[in-house]
Structures are given as structure tokens and as C-alpha cells.
């Protein structure tokens, strides 16, 4: 493909940004690149947009991610009702454990940083655990949507316990380099945009010092009343679903993995354990807090509505992504690299590349899989180090996912901590080109050094 296979994400960008229409950039951007797949004819562009959004439901892991995105809407809004929130947040702030904004973000970086088995459990546990927190602060939700979304990932890609480290494991091995776990365990003191990432998320935290559109979002919460929360009942009604999903996420990529975390499927685990999460609440209000079925019932497809839009967001994301594949975006973008470039410039450039496949196609993993066997064996041949060019590939390959509107993270973060996404993505854009800035003075140096 040519230039044009990176004209589809340029659009959902840019109407994205003008229109501030996400749902609408999305589809145009899946036609578009119907369009140039079946050579400019509408009909067919039209009808092949509609396969391809069916065809999402060919995948079982889109299915799973859909379905549990829709599903955590009915778990979110029964424990909302059931005044479980109230009373967690009377207890944390008469004990004096949460009480002040500082303490208040401390929360969802700590359990953002401690839960690093799977990517959707930290967002989804760090968010739903802190919106209250957050309200009662008078703390933005695009902050919090920021911290989630910036420690989830960078955490995953450093402690490599987990899917994350047995996918890029097996990305290394392919390659045929010498010593694919020392390669791999030396890119992690190396993965600077991970590293950089953590710091200025606990900078920020710990100072309470928050800059650009963030700040805007900071003021306009500081005026906006707080929607007042349900009468505190019990703290277990609360703390008993959002434990119960994170133990029974553990039990199921267990069982899945055949005993190993790293092998389990996230997917599924997430599905499953928000299903019975759910089934937990509605348990609970129905024979110990005595609601009646019909008002659980109603409350959950509320909640379901909720996240419909969203949950929207997700399924054309992953069309486009789809459309992507077929367009060879990746591809196109990984060759446009010049084959006549200093050595030192190497590293920096991948960074720069990964972000950049990673943004356009809303995926880390997927660019994990299209430059990993390309950085590490032209590393290999160059004489640079194998380490850093992955650390590279894998920072810049969260930095794009970070700064991606389409990428379902960010959407899943923007939807633990009840922001709107486009929030989310503005709130968060200038930390991550700022990290991302830093990352690139460092390759440089070390590509200079080495």
C-alpha cells in the first residue's frame, strides 16, 4: 500500500478535533479506508463498512472486551444505588486515611501500580475504586482517567509478569537473537518512556500541581457541584464486588493458563469475573439490603445504557483497527524508514515509529508484532544494542497507545473514571508528548554513547 493507508486515522483525527465527534470520525475513518481498499467505489466502500463492523463479532476477544465494556456498566450503577460508595468514603475520611486531594490520588496510582497481572483489572479497579474519592476532593474525573490510564500500562511493560512479558517473549524469540530473556530483562532499566511516565504521574500526585488542559479541567470541577451520592449503608457493598473481580480475574488466568498468570487469557478472566461481580451486588441488594428484584433489574439496564456509547467507541475502534490490518498501515509506515541513517539516530527513530504505528492504529500489541522482528535482527546487523531498540519499540508502543483516541485503553480508562473520552485523550496528550519528548533526548544520548 501507499500513502493513502495512513489516510484513514488522519481523518478520524481531524474530525475527531473539529467536530468533536468521535463516533462519527470513527465511521468516516472505517469508510475511508473501505474506500481505498475496494479502489474508490462508494457502494462497495458502504457495504464493506457494514461487514466490517459485523465481522468484529468474529473475534471472541473483541466479543469478550465488548460484552464486559457493556456488562461493568449494570455492575457500576448497583453499586452506585446501593450506598456502598457513601459509606467507603465516611470510613476512609473519619479515620483520616483519605483526607485530602493528595491522599485522594494516591489511591488509584497505588492500586494502578500494584496490579500489574492485567491491564483492563487496574483500570477498571483504580478507577471505580476512586470516582467518589475524586468527587468529594473536588478533583477532576479526566484526572483521574489520566493517572489510571498512565500507570495500567506503564507498569505492565516494566514488571513483565504477566501476558504482557510472555507476548513480547515470544516476539524476542522469533527473532533468533542470542539470549531472548537477557535481552528482554536489559530493555526494562532502558524502556524510558514507561519509567518517565510513573514519575510524573507520583510528581503529580504527591505535589498536587496539575498544567495545560488538566488544569482547566481541575478549575472547571472546582465549580461544578458534586452529584450528591446515595445514603452511606455498608462498606461491604462496595468492597465485596471490586474484591471479588480482582481475586476471581487471579483464579480464572490461572485456570486458563494452566497454572501460569502469564498464559491466561485476560479476555476471558475480565468477563467472567465481571459477570459474577455483578451477580455478587445483585445478590447482595436483593436478600440483604431487601430491594426488590424489579428495581435491580431496571438500575442495570440503566447502567447498560450508560455505557452504550462507549461501548460503541470500542466496537468502531477495533473495525478500524481491522481495516488498518488490511491496509498494511504498519507495514507501510515501518518501511517508510531511510536505510542510509546514522547509527545513533536508530533508537530514537523506532521510539518515534512504534508511537507513531501505535497511534494511528490504536494497538501496543499489534505494533509489538509488526516491529519487534524488524528492530531487533537491524540491530543485530547494525551492532546496536538489541536491548535498547526494544525498550524503544515497547516505550514508544505505549506512548502511541497513551496518546490514541482509538486505542481501547484509553477508552476503557476514560470509562472507569466516568470522563468523556475526548477529555481524556486532551487532558492526557501533553504528559505524554512530554515524556515522550524526554524519551527521545535519552535514545539519542544512549544511541550516541553506545
Not at 1 to 29: C, D, E, H, N
Not at 97 to 124: E, K
Not at 400 to 428: E, F, N, R, Y
Request: net charge neutral; proline share 4%.
Amino acid at each position: 500500500m501507499s500513502w493513502l493507508s495512513i489516510l484513514p486515522p488522519i481523518v478520524a483525527i481531524l474530525i475527531a478535533v473539529w467536530k468533536r465527534q468521535v463516533i462519527i470520525a470513527l465511521l468516516m475513518a472505517i469508510f475511508t479506508a473501505e474506500l481505498i481498499l475496494v479502489g474508490g467505489n462508494p457502494i462497495h466502500a458502504f457495504t464493506d463498512t457494514v461487514d466490517r463492523l459485523v465481522n468484529v463479532f468474529s473475534s471472541a476477544y473483541n466479543t469478550r472486551i465488548l460484552m464486559f465494556s457493556l456488562l461493568i456498566g449494570a455492575l457500576i450503577q448497583l453499586i452506585k444505588i446501593s450506598g456502598g460508595v457513601s459509606a467507603l468514603v465516611d470510613w476512609l475520611t473519619r479515620k483520616e486515611y483519605v483526607h485530602n486531594q493528595r491522599r485522594a490520588g494516591m489511591l488509584p496510582t497505588i492500586l494502578g501500580t500494584s496490579i500489574f497481572i492485567d491491564t483492563n483489572m487496574s483500570v477498571l479497579t483504580a478507577g471505580l475504586s476512586s470516582q467518589a474519592l475524586f468527587d468529594k476532593f473536588k478533583m477532576s474525573r479526566a484526572r483521574l482517567a489520566y493517572i489510571i490510564d498512565s500507570t495500567c500500562a506503564p507498569i505492565s511493560v516494566l514488571i513483565l509478569l504477566n501476558g504482557w512479558g510472555a507476548a513480547i517473549l515470544g516476539h524476542v524469540e522469533k527473532t533468533g537473537v542470542a539470549n531472548p530473556t537477557g535481552v528482554l530483562v536489559a530493555s526494562i532499566g532502558l524502556n524510558f518512556y514507561a519509567i518517565v511516565t510513573l514519575l510524573i504521574v507520583f510528581y503529580t500526585v504527591y505535589t498536587g500541581k496539575v498544567y495545560g488542559p488538566l488544569k482547566a479541567e481541575e478549575s472547571r470541577a472546582l465549580e461544578v457541584p458534586s452529584e450528591p451520592l446515595p445514603l452511606a449503608t455498608k462498606k461491604r457493598y462496595m468492597l465485596w464486588p471490586l474484591s471479588f473481580m480482582v481475586i476471581s480475574i487471579l483464579v480464572f488466568m490461572h485456570i486458563t493458563g494452566d497454572g501460569d498468570l502469564r498464559q491466561g487469557s485476560g479476555s476471558e478472566s475480565v468477563l467472567w469475573s465481571v459477570i459474577l461481580s455483578t451477580l455478587l451486588i445483585f445478590g447482595l441488594l436483593r436478600f440483604d439490603a431487601k430491594r426488590k428484584t424489579k428495581e435491580l433489574m431496571e438500575e442495570s439496564f440503566k447502567g447498560l445504557g450508560h455505557l452504550l456509547p462507549l461501548v460503541t467507541l470500542v466496537l468502531l475502534a477495533f473495525a478500524l483497527s481491522d481495516s488498518m490490518t488490511d491496509l498494511k498501515t504498519g507495514e507501510f509506515v515501518a518501511g517508510a524508514v531511510g536505510e542510509f541513517l546514522p547509527l545513533w539516530i536508530i533508537p530514537a527513530l523506532i521510539f518515534v515509529l512504534a508511537g507513531f504505528i501505535s497511534f494511528t492504529t490504536g494497538t501496543s500489541w499489534g505494533t509489538f508484532g509488526i516491529l519487534i522482528p524488524i528492530a531487533i535482527p537491524l540491530a543485530v546487523s547494525l551492532g546496536i544494542s538489541p536491548s535498547l531498540v526494544l525498550a524503544a519499540v515497547l516505550g514508544g508502543s505505549v506512548f502511541g497507545d497513551h496518546a490514541s483516541p482509538i486505542s481501547d485503553t484509553t477508552v476503557i480508562s476514560s470509562l472507569a473514571a466516568g470522563c468523556d473520552l475526548l477529555d481524556h485523550v486532551k487532558t492526557q496528550l501533553p504528559y505524554a508528548m512530554f515524556a515522550g519528548g524526554i524519551s527521545i533526548v535519552l535514545y539519542i544520548l544512549f544511541g550516541l554513547i553506545g
